[in-house]
Every structure is written in C-alpha cells, then in structure tokens.
C-alpha cells in the first residue's frame, strides 16, 4: 500500500467525449506526476504537478490536462478522446522539499478503454 | 536523448535459478535509477533505487541491483526465484531533483518455469 489512491479504477467512453480522472497523493507529499501506459508498454510521462502549477510535460497535446488541489490531489482531464488513449493511467506522488525529496510513490491505476 | 533500454522482453526462468534482467540508460545528468515491478493490472512497485553511494544496492524480495557508470547499466539481480516474482519489471531514470518525472523502460516479462 502506497497510500495513493485512484479514481475510478476502471471506465469506459465513447470516441470523442471527456473523462476526468482523479488521484489523491500520499500524506505529506507535494508533487503528482501522471503517466500513460498502453498495453505492452511502460509507463509514459505525461506531467508533473507541483504546488498546483504545471512542472514539466511530456510529449503529449494539449488536450491531456490537469490541475492540483490545496490538498495536493489532482485530476487529469483528457478532451475529445481517442481510441488510442485507451491505457492505464498511472498517478504518482512524491515529495520535493528544499532539503530532501522522495521517490515516486504510484497507485493502482485507473484503466481507461475509449470505444 | 534520454532513453532507458531493456533488452530482453520476455524471460523464463526455472524456479529456484538465478536471474538477472539487463538494463542500459542513457541520461545528460547524474542519473537516479530505478527498478519497479508490476503485476497484471496493477500499479507499480518500487524494489530499489540508485542515486549515490555504493553502487551494489539491496532492494525488498531479495532483489539487489549494480550499477556500473562505465557501462551505463543497471542491472537486477536475484540469486533464486520464487514463482511469485513471475510479473513484468521496469528499468527506469529521472532526477533526484524531480523525483516523479522519470523514464521507463519498455519493461521485461519474467515467467516462472515450475
């Protein structure tokens, strides 16, 4: 147990439509990274979150985007869905702090299948 | 570029034999390194991580893994298997100063053999 949890775990959309999916960071921690990982595939970076600003993306468009709550939760919204975002959507929490940092912590996953 | 490579996709071990899964990184800076697990639907697990100091680091399950900065690898290690470690294992980089921005690997397959 990481203590990051995800939401939902499992979701199905139609080609074209919003989903909104939601992690909330382990105790303490102040930095969320979101990753894709399509079947057969390792995780991809998609952005990274700290104290509620964008810190880094990867190489996906603008339609992947998110936002980090006082709390340090986040969400990751994706516009206009495709089928080929259909993975697992991975969160990951982390602490950065002036005199020390952690190593990520992941959840569960939330599997996306867009139809 | 920055890339993490994983040689071998798919495994097969006899349980109780020894394993070594490979992994080559190539990274601008001084490299934090990591190896995770995952099995079938699930998240990602950490077994160990490099950033400094010895290079021969200890992991949880009796993982260990070497880091050798000549060959840019960094390598996992168990000396006999358990058919429970039968899941897919990643290699993977990133900063020490961004903790959560990290490169995996393609990832390889360990299967057991009874």
């Known amino acids: 147990e990481t203590g990051v949890t995800q939401s939902p775990t499992h979701l199905i959309k139609t080609r074209g439509q919003q989903v909104t999916l939601r992690c909330s960071s382990q105790s303490g921690h102040n930095t969320v990274s979101w990753y894709q990982q399509a079947l057969g595939q390792g995780p991809q970076f998609i952005f990274q979150y700290y104290r509620e600003e964008e810190n880094g993306r990867g190489n996906f468009p603008p339609r992947f985007s998110g936002l980090q709550f006082p709390n340090y939760s986040s969400e990751l919204n994706v516009n206009a869905l495709e089928l080929d975002d259909s993975a697992l959507y991975l969160c990951a929490s982390s602490l950065l702090g002036a005199s020390r940092n952690t190593e990520a912590f992941f959840g569960q996953g939330t599997r996306l299948t867009v139809v | 570029a920055q890339s993490v490579t994983q040689p071998d996709i798919h495994i097969t071990v006899s349980e109780g034999a020894s394993l070594e899964l490979r992994c080559n990184y190539s990274?601008?800076?001084?490299?934090?390194l990591f190896w995770y697990v995952q099995s079938p639907g699930q998240g990602l697990q950490l077994l160990l991580k490099y950033f400094s100091g010895d290079t021969l680091v200890q992991g949880i399950k009796g993982f260990e893994a070497e880091f050798k900065r000549s060959q840019s690898s960094f390598n996992l290690r168990k000396p006999s298997v358990h058919w429970s470690d039968a899941a897919e294992y990643f290699c993977?980089?990133?900063?020490?100063?961004?903790?959560?921005?990290?490169?995996f690997g393609s990832g390889t397959r360990l299967s057991i053999r009874p």
């Open positions: 993977a980089v990133g900063a020490y100063s961004s903790a959560s921005k990290i490169i």
């Open positions: 990274y601008g800076a001084t490299p934090y």
